[in-house]
């Protein structure tokens, strides 16, 4: 009895489906300039993985750059050497 619970169980743990995803946030980012010369034309839009907070620790802090988050969305799988899956209203538009 207990080899057929043992056989049981371990085919169940062993079907399950593992699956990942992973957030991207898109953020305006614009460096910060001492002098009023800052304009609009200098803001990039970038990509990440990174939440708000580690991507502004990661690219210099709140003194270096100005990053707005402009959206997030979730992609499914691993970010692992793939380029990050597009917003969804961008996937329809197609």
């Not at 079907?15 to 980012?29: G, W």
């Not at 990661?58 to 402009?70: E, F, K, P, S």
């Amino acid at each position: 009895m207990i080899k057929l619970i043992t056989v049981l169980l371990s085919l169940g743990v062993f079907s399950l489906k593992a699956s990942a995803e992973y957030r991207v946030y898109q953020y305006l980012v614009k460096p910060k300039m001492t002098s009023s010369m800052a304009t609009q034309v200098d803001a990039k839009i970038q990509r990440s993985t990174l939440n708000p907070v580690s991507f502004l620790a990661y690219n210099g802090g709140a003194n270096a750059i100005d990053a707005t988050l402009v959206r997030s969305w979730m992609c499914p799988g691993s970010t692992a050497r793939k380029d990050f899956c597009r917003h969804p209203s961008e996937r329809v538009n197609q």
